[in-house]
């Protein structure tokens, strides 16, 4: 069997919400939201198919979802990309950072991750032959630095593997830190493989900035983005890829053996979505941002000290200051069975040196979901 898979456990957000069924839960764990997710758009989805849109689509995506992805960052970013020669459609931005990596990645090469580490990159970039370089990424602010970049940066660095926002942590990343990952990309001739699917989740007015719009970074960055969290439709799994012509070529011959195509019904609701007025993207932000005050009051009142979120659909809450003498890990597995609210261990987010006292929740949920697990938790420290 193959090394680099036949020991990995099931993925903590399979295992959380497995045990939020088991345990009739309210499930904080993984990030979906539950509501049934905009109206319009579903019903996009529903009439495409009816009018055909159900056949093998273009293996790149249709076109009018390559034209409106385009579109989007345009509007969006001032980012100018060819539809046809710098933009992919994937089933899902899991499917996009993988065909990024196997297209960038050759035995020997390093490629720099931090931790916390979203947990299909290191399988991946191992199943390449890659050598990850592990930075730490430190609670509260998370924030990069250059002597951090300084230590992993080398001539080896085929790659650099950044998500912004930054899942768990819920930082939205300054220009600033941007700019030095760019700097060192740069001078070390690296290709930055970045994981965006957060970007239109930000708050309190903040800007999500892709790197690929950081000077000198169009050319060798390869932005990955996913409707599943634009429109809060996780279960669609459409993800888009955008990258300069000669980074775009070689991740569409792994797109072509990963999955080939994406239900083109749903690419042309995607479509719909992307074209919508800046209204509409902004209105789910405050939505969202609501929901964030909502569960970070009722866990302060409770007495959990709530690290501040920038963005995503999570906040996290540091377990250090309670003396619980427990890690992210027990309390989260007795709180699903003693309390009946998943939430995920931080931890889950590292392979080495751990953070092992961080705990992130979602509040993509209904106030009437988030008062009940309010209420489960209130006795819970
Ligand atoms: N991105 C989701 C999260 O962080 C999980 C997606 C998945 O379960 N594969 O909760």
């Known amino acids: 069997m193959n090394k680099v898979f036949a020991d990995l456990p099931v993925t903590i957000f399979e295992a ?3 045990a939020a069924r088991d345990n009739n839960a309210i499930n904080l764990g993984q990030g979906f939201p539950d509501d049934p997710g905009p109206e319009d758009i579903r019903r996009a989805a529903a009439d495409a198919s009816v009018n055909g849109y159900n056949q093998y689509p273009s293996m790149m995506g249709i076109p009018e979802l390559r034209q409106a992805i385009a579109s989007h960052y345009g509007r969006w970013h001032g980012l ?34 931090f931790q916390p580490v979203y947990d299909s990159y290191l399988p991946i970039i191992r199943q390449a032959g890659g050598i990850p370089r592990l930075l730490r990424l430190e609670p509260p602010h998370w924030r ?3 002597e951090m970049l ?21 930082v939205v990343y300054p220009r600033e830190d941007l700019e030095l990952l ?14 965006e699917v957060w970007e239109h989740v930000v708050f309190d007015g903040r800007e999500h900035i892709p790197l690929i719009t950081i000077p000198g970074m169009r050319d060798r960055t390869i932005k990955v983005g996913s409707a599943g969290k ?42 719909y979505g992307l074209n919508k007025p800046d209204d509409y993207f902004h209105t789910m932000r405050k939505d969202m941002a609501r929901s964030r005050d909502r569960l970070t009051k009722g ?16 906040l996290t809450v540091d377990l250090s200051p309670l003396g619980l003498n427990e890690t992210d890990a027990e309390f989260c597995w007795r709180i699903v069975k003693d309390y009946k609210v998943a939430a995920i261990p931080v931890s889950a987010f ?32």
């Open 299 to 314: 866990l302060e009142s409770i007495g959990f000290p709530v690290l501040k979120s920038q963005g995503t659909y999570f």
């Open 182 to 195: 760019a700097r060192f990309c740069q001078e070390f001739d690296s290709v930055a493989i970045c994981d």
């Open 150 to 170: 300084r230590s992993a940066f080398n001539h080896k660095t085929k790659a650099v593997l950044f998500n912004n926002p930054l899942n768990p942590a819920a």
């Open 350 to 381: 590292y392979e080495q040196d751990a953070v092992t006292s961080v705990v992130r929740f979602c509040f993509a949920k209904n106030d009437a979901t988030l008062d009940t697990a309010l209420e489960r938790l209130s006795d819970a420290v």
């Open 144 to 146: 990069l630095n250059e």
């Open 16 to 18: 959380m919400s497995q």
């Open 80 to 113: 100018t990309l060819d539809p046809m020669t710098e933009v992919m459609v994937t089933s899902g931005g899991t499917e996009a950072l993988t065909s990024a990596i196997l297209a960038v990645v050759e035995p020997g090469d390093e490629v720099i991750v």
């Open 230 to 271: 634009i429109f809060s439709l996780t279960g669609w799994k459409i993800g888009f890829v955008c990258a300069a012509p000669p980074l775009l070529r070689v991740a569409a011959k792994v797109h072509q053996f990963l999955t080939f195509t994406t239900a083109p019904n749903l690419q042309a609701a995607v479509a």
